[in-house]
Structures are given as structure tokens and as C-alpha cells.
């Protein structure tokens, strides 16, 4: 079934993607904010390793702290 016609205010989507965070911010079309979401990698997603933001990557290379 095809999906009916858009009704309400047209909403538009932001990402911002930084060193330690994944923001997503909603805005309308008068440019007044809808809402916000945020992923902060070092305390959210800690089976990834950050620390500070930045990813811990060991090998033989590389003397882990």
C-alpha cells in the first residue's frame, strides 16, 4: 500500500558526527528545533573500546598502556 499524502510541517535532518559523539537534530521550516539526539561513543557504546574518544587498537606494533 502506497503511503498517504504528507501532512503538517515540512522537518528537516542534521547529523553531526565528531571524534566522540553522533548528534542528530530535527529542525522545522522555520529553522525552530523539533529535537536532539545524541551518541557519546565513550560512555554509550564501551564494547568498542573509546577512551577520551579515541578507539584502543593494540597489536605487536603498537605497546598497549
Known amino acids: 500500500m502506497a503511503p ?3 501532512t503538517g510541517p515540512a522537518l528537516f535532518l542534521g547529523l ?12 522545522d521550516d522555520s ?19 573509546y577512551v577520551l574518544s579515541w578507539h584502543i587498537f593494540c ?3 603498537f605497546h598497549c598502556l
Open 4 to 6: 498517504g499524502p504528507k
Open 16 to 27: 553531526e558526527l565528531a571524534t566522540d559523539q553522533l548528534r542528530a537534530s530535527i529542525v
Open 31 to 49: 529553522l525552530e528545533l523539533v529535537g536532539v539526539e545524541c551518541v557519546d561513543f565513550d560512555t554509550e557504546l564501551p564494547e568498542y573500546q
Open 59 to 61: 597489536s605487536s606494533v
